[in-house]
């Protein structure tokens, strides 16, 4: 188990990338957006992106919102 | 017989090379759920719609997705920085949006007061400065003092959308005089962004000769907002088109419509 912030929340995960994080929490990667650590990890990245105990993952969509 | 000149060209407006026909961006909060909120998009005929960021509920993967409803073929997301009060939050936002999105035509809005929800002009700018060195093109929500508006043109803003009245509060517009000197002076499209309450607002200001108009609770609010996105849409066309045809002079007195000669 790897200790990380998910979405500001402190997390235990098995998910060695990226890509397994995003199907461990069981959603479609392909209506996400990934930050970790304060960059952008590109969508075709997701498998070659580790996931390191103390690492900041932001994990955001769209939402209805005007102003 | 002459044409009516409505039937010449098609009326359209174009912001960072993108065209479209509709004069009315839509928000897409505060409806009772995204199914409604997809039904007065569709009649509202608006062809963006304005779209925020947040995180991902962890706990509930499977919630009603935005996207599911209001869809990407049938809408241009316009994806904002609502809720941003700096201009790296608003930077790092709009990037996360362009990875999700895969466009980068932004609408950017850095706000001070929760109270009066103004947008902080100084922060605004120096995120603009960032954003366009990015490579986006910044569509920047403002207030409507004139002279921030022409620096946000030459920072590269590719539209300027003032205030009408506070978000959400359905005033109206209340600053017909900043709005015309903005107009006027802009190079890029001016939208009128947050103040409409109700279908004339959007008239007045359309008739002020901006490209277009951005509302949200005005639809979200009403009773029925399916019926009050067919009377923006309406509203719109209408305030375009008397913009268009040029209004009559005004006049203290009287002028009859009917003539004087021949009466019995």
């Known amino acids: 188990m790897t200790k990380i912030l998910l979405n500001g929340e402190e997390t235990e995960v098995l998910a060695a990338n990226v890509m397994a994080l995003i199907e461990q929490i069981g959603i479609d990667p392909r209506k996400v957006a990934v930050e970790r650590n304060l960059e952008i990890v590109p969508k075709s990245a997701y498998v070659a992106t580790p996931i390191e105990a103390g690492d900041r993952f932001e994990i955001v969509h769209f939402v209805g919102g005007g102003d | ?264």
């Open chain 2, 1 to 264: 017989m002459t044409e009516p000149t409505a039937a010449l060209s098609p009326d359209t407006w174009t912001v960072a090379g993108r065209t479209f026909s509709s004069r009315l961006i839509v928000g897409t909060g505060k409806y009772k759920d995204y199914a409604q909120n997809a039904a007065a998009a569709r009649a509202s005929g608006a062809e963006i719609v304005t779209v925020a960021v947040r995180r991902v509920n962890l706990t509930d993967p499977n919630q009603p997705m935005l996207m599911d409803y209001v869809k990407q073929d049938e809408f241009t997301y316009l994806p904002n920085t609502a809720g941003c009060f700096t201009g790296e939050d608003a930077v790092r936002t709009l990037r996360l949006a362009r990875e999700a999105g895969g466009w980068n035509l932004v609408k950017l809005e850095v706000l001070s007061d929760p109270k009066t929800l103004y947008p902080d002009m100084e922060e605004t700018l120096r995120s603009l400065k960032l954003l366009v060195k990015d490579g986006f093109d910044v569509m920047v929500y403002c207030s409507d003092d004139p002279v921030y508006a022409k620096k946000l043109e030459e920072a590269g803003a590719c539209a300027i959308m003032p205030l009408g009245a506070p978000i959400g509060s359905g005033l109206g517009i209340q600053n017909r005089v900043t709005l015309r000197i903005i107009i006027e002076n802009a190079k890029v499209p001016v939208l009128v962004d947050a103040g409409v309450g109700t279908a004339s607002d959007a008239a007045v200001g359309m008739e002020l000769g901006c490209d277009a108009i951005l509302m949200n609770t005005a639809i979200a609010e009403a009773k029925d907002p399916i019926r009050m996105a067919v009377a923006m849409k309406h509203a719109v066309i209408a305030g375009r088109e008397a913009y268009l045809a040029g209004r009559m002079a005004k006049k203290l007195y009287a002028d009859p419509s009917s003539p004087l000669a021949g009466l019995i």
